[in-house]
């Protein structure tokens, strides 16, 4: 096993890492805390800006932040970290905009029946 779990191993749940951060060297779950604590405020201004509800900024940013807490070793190594976990929110709002186009409007048919009823 390479310690990297698929949706096999992890039971295909989101936002479970593959190593958990407890089990991180000290000096790593340093590193991740201060980097979430430092940005999160802006990715959350910008995510709400972007999607105009605190529930769906707030839901991109803790799957953002889980997403970066799951690849945080690989991207210890990355030259700008701050511009990847950036360019991961952004991915992240543009597939929630996509999945808001893909929603039917719901139609209130009691409503347009009523409407339809009417003389003119």
């Known amino acids: 096993m390479n310690g990297e779990a698929g949706p096999e191993e992890t039971g295909g749940a989101v936002g479970v890492p593959t190593v958990l951060i407890d089990q ?3 000096g790593w779950q340093m590193a991740f805390w201060g980097f979430h604590q430092e940005r999160r405020s ?3 201004n910008y995510a709400y800006l972007q999607l105009g509800s605190d529930a769906d900024a707030e839901e991109a940013v803790d799957l953002t932040f ?3 807490m799951d690849r945080w070793p690989r991207m210890l190594q990355v030259e700008n ?3 990847y976990a950036w360019t991961i929110l952004k991915r992240r709002i543009i597939d ?3 999945k808001r186009r893909r929603r039917p409007e719901l139609v209130d048919t009691a409503a ?3 409407r339809a009823r009417r003389p003119v």
């Open 24 to 26: 991180w060297p000290m």
């Open 42 to 44: 802006d990715h959350m």
């Open 66 to 68: 889980d997403q970066v």
């Open 81 to 83: 970290l701050e511009g």
């Open 96 to 98: 929630m905009h996509r």
């Open 112 to 114: 347009s029946r009523g």
